[in-house]
């Protein structure tokens, strides 16, 4: 019996009778049932065939990973190596991958399945959530690297789960934070009802047994909210005190603390009023607002997680003799030779000593176009090599490279605390010092006049006067406002953006990706001869078809095949089409084919190409990065404002001044580094300045994270995105223009309610002092305050005059 056919999109069995076909590089390929079909025709009319053409010859032969792949997963067999990833458990051993491709619950069931069916696999189980798989298997049977690339044949990449100790820890005190915030809500609410069945205007006719068996049970379903809920209240309470410093944390932990004792006194006695439900109360709202606070802190840690990701795992290290062995990066020292092929990352920030191709810096600079690098020349750790092999020297490793350099930038800027900030934090230590100043004298008044009431007036001001009204002030009309900046298709990302909004003077814009779109478009071609522009396109896209630089992706496909092709880096292709030989490229290098002069380039802006034969040049082709829509629409608008704007860039082209003069721009910058585009930011807020940042690329990332406001595209990188104070998830730049109008709304919104809290507190202040507020009645005036900030709020929920646009789509994953 003949083995079935594998499908050439996943690699599993075709079962016998099936019709399911696709066209892949230019043949009928097999598929095994309508969805491998209908991925792999949305791959090729997405212009993405040449994921194929890398792993053709593993999908026709599934029993065969590429050579350079098998030998980079024998490295997780080393016991050394498996120390670190994989848990001993008797006879099996466990281990987390992270899988990267998947794109639906379709894909954990395919993982699973398929691996549950090897031997020696006791349990694979994947987290959707975070793409995490949990495979518990018998080493004996089935090496790690076995077990790798069997996820690698049916087309999903996995990489031992190493997670970033800060970022880790991060997450547990995230999780820790959940369930307290979940207790304190849960409990509030039983404790709400019981407090308020024994307030007598509810039960005139409530019993006296019935009574005590609610304040017990009041007091039993506090406890956990004091002691584990707002445990880190008191902890910081503590820490703080120990210091001399005061903080949110001591004025907290005193209305917290003093309430719950209230509570108890009024337990024990049976006699007045309790106090539970403000505990709970007290405990749910800032609660949250820590939480929110850590998940901002979570975010950071990510980041830079991700950037020391941009490294390869393992590299190929030269020996004296020139054989080359795969390495861990780890184990990498400054000196070593290593060889990186066609298509591989760079390992470290090294110096070419031989060879010669083009560098892909997109991810680090933002230029699209690989730069091209030989011998003598540096090359930066976590770039690409587009073209040809080259031999490297290590120079610098860890903290010395260019991207620890990026990271340290990143953490210096994030650390910068807007004055704004240092502002409010002054504020809010006086605002506590005169509270707990006013709450002793108050005190010991009262205990010389009346000494039975004092600590109950004592503790209705310090009730009356925790800011909870001030602190909703703020985060709810900023919470309700990105709700419907969500519908604009901008989504905020940290509460100041909106408020921030109204202060800014200064707007700097990247050009690659944001003002444009990032990708090179096919915009003119100038025959020089007889041939018209059809021929001259074909010619030129059947030799571009062959490449895989950025270039080739703007000539579409070709009825005629190019064979021959070699690439010249930074130079062009050359490539015998018919058996006439072809040049696509550098102007002095297609003229040196045919010994031509080179003829004048046009003088139309963009990235001009010259195609020529043995005989003469043929055709000039343009190429050019398109300009957004709607890009002008922004500039305008901030000209309007009486903005400065920039055009700060890491392109070294003429494009940038191309673009900058089309929108009017008149400070444009091109060639910047992340350190030098940090270092424009920083000369901008000496003079005083409050700059808006849009960017969409790592070499961003400083700036971004350091401007008063940042907001990175849609089609940005993850960790601009995340770095970001807001994403354009509609890519849309006139939807900027849009949430300004909805920043000028809030920011009256805001003020309304800091002027409610601040009149409230003012006013409750002297009743309470002089004891015509009782603890009770101040914690029903608090919660009154809040609900007026909230209720003020939610007006933002729906803005007069707001365009309705369609709801932007979910961004695909990076």
């Not at 039993?220 to 707002?230: E, K, M, N, Q, S």
């Not at 009023?273 to 505990?279: G, I, M, N, P």
């Not at 072809?582 to 003088?603: C, D, K, N, Q, Y």
């Not at 940090?678 to 350091?706: F, I, K, Y």
Request: a negative charge; aromatic letters at 6%; proline letters at 5%.
């Amino acid at each position: 019996m003949s083995a079935l056919q594998p499908c050439y999109h996943c690699g599993l069995p075709v079962p016998e009778g099936s019709t399911f076909q696709a066209v892949v590089l230019g043949e009928s390929r097999a598929m095994c049932c309508p969805g491998c079909q209908v991925v792999a025709e949305a791959i090729v009319a997405g212009g993405l065939e040449s994921y194929y053409r890398h792993r053709s010859e593993t999908a026709a032969n599934p029993e065969a990973l590429p050579q350079v792949l098998s030998d980079e997963l024998a490295l997780y067999d080393r016991p050394d190596v498996q120390q670190q990833l994989v848990e001993q458990h008797g006879e099996t051993q466990e281990t987390a991958l992270l899988i990267e491709g998947i794109s639906c619950a379709a894909c954990g069931w395919l993982i699973e399945h398929h691996l549950r069916k090897l031997p020696g696999v006791v349990r694979a189980q994947l987290n959707l959530s975070n793409h995490r798989l949990q495979v518990e298997w018998q080493g004996s049977q089935l090496p790690l690297s076995q077990l790798l690339a069997e996820l690698r044949r049916i087309g999903y990449a996995a990489h031992p789960y190493q997670p970033d100790a800060a970022a880790e820890r991060m997450h547990q005190e995230n999780r820790r934070t959940m369930r307290q915030l979940g207790v304190a809500g849960l409990l509030w609410m039983q404790v709400m009802m019981a407090s308020m069945a024994t307030w007598p205007e509810f039960n005139l006719d409530l019993s006296h047994s019935f009574d005590v068996i609610l304040r017990w049970t009041s007091l039993i379903l506090t406890t956990p909210i004091v002691f584990y809920c707002c445990g880190p209240f008191f902890r910081g309470a503590l820490r703080d005190l120990r210091t001399r410093h005061l903080t949110m944390d001591v004025s907290v932990s005193l209305a917290i603390g003093g309430a719950y004792l209230a509570g108890i006194w009024s337990t024990i006695t049976g006699s007045g009023e309790l106090y539970f439900d403000a505990v709970g109360m007290f405990a749910l709202f800032l609660l949250a607002g820590r939480y929110l606070e850590r998940r901002a802190r979570e975010r950071t840690a990510q980041v830079t997680a991700q950037l020391v990701n941009l490294l390869p795992a393992s590299c190929l290290r030269l020996d004296a003799q020139g054989n080359s062995q795969r390495i861990l990066l780890s184990e990498l020292q400054i000196g070593d030779h290593v060889l990186v092929p066609p298509g591989a990352v760079i390992p470290a920030d090294a110096r070419i000593i031989d060879g010669h191709s083009s560098i892909d810096e997109s991810l680090l600079t933002g230029e699209y176009l690989p730069q091209p690098r030989s011998r003598g020349q540096t090359v930066t750790g976590g770039t690409l090599n587009v073209e040809s092999p080259l031999t490297l020297e290590i120079e610098a490793l860890g903290e010395q490279t260019r991207l620890s350099a990026i990271v340290r930038l990143l953490e210096r800027a994030q650390a910068d605390k807007p004055r704004l900030a240092e502002l409010a934090d002054r504020v809010s230590q006086w605002f506590l010092v005169i509270v707990l100043l006013v709450a002793a004298v108050l005190g010991l008044v009262w205990w010389q006049i009346d000494s039975e009431r004092a600590f109950w007036i004592v503790l209705a001001l310090l009730v009356a006067t925790c800011p909870c009204a001030l602190s909703l002030a703020t985060p709810t009309a900023l919470t309700t406002a990105t709700g419907s900046l969500h519908g604009l298709g901008l989504l905020v990302t940290r509460g100041h953006v909106l408020e921030s909004l109204n202060h800014v003077d200064t707007l700097i814009v990247d050009k690659t990706g944001t003002l444009t779109e990032g990708r090179l478009v096919l915009r003119d071609v100038q025959p020089l001869g007889d041939l018209d522009q059809d021929r001259c396109l074909r010619l030129a896209a059947a030799l571009e078809n062959r490449s895989e630089h950025p270039i080739a992706r703007a000539f579409g496909r070709s009825p005629l095949v190019a064979e021959a092709v070699r690439s010249e880096p930074g130079k062009g292709l050359e490539g015998c089409i018919n058996g006439q030989t072809l040049r696509i490229g550098e102007a002095h290098f297609v003229a040196a084919l045919s010994a031509s002069p080179t003829p004048t380039m046009p003088e139309a802006p963009g990235q001009w190409l010259l195609l020529g034969d043995e005989q003469r040049p043929l055709a000039w082709l343009r190429l050019d990065d398109r300009l957004r829509d709607d890009a002008r629409t922004l500039i305008d608008a901030a000209r309007q404002r009486g903005w400065q704007v920039l055009l700060l860039s890491g392109d070294h082209s003429p494009m940038v001044e191309s673009v900058a003069r089309e929108l009017g721009i008149p400070d444009a910058r091109g060639g910047l580094t992340p350190d030098d585009k940090l270092s424009v930011l920083r000369e901008l807020h000496q003079q005083g300045r409050h700059v808006l940042m849009l960017g969409d690329g790592v070499n961003d990332v400083p700036v971004l994270a350091g401007a008063d406001i940042s907001v990175a595209m849609g089609s940005a990188t993850d960790l601009a995105k995340t770095s970001a104070d807001a994403v354009l998830l509609s890519n849309r730049l006139d939807s900027l223009v849009d949430a300004l109008e909805v920043a000028r709304r809030t920011r009256r919104i805001i003020v309304e309610n800091i002027t409610w809290a601040c009149l409230y507190n003012g006013l409750i202040l002297p009743f309470a002092a002089i004891g015509w507020v009782t603890p009770g009645w101040a914690a029903v005036g608090m919660s009154a305050s809040s609900l007026v900030v909230v209720i003020n709020a939610l007006r933002l929920s729906s803005l007069p005059g707001q365009p309705q646009r369609p709801a932007p789509q979910p961004l695909a994953a990076s």
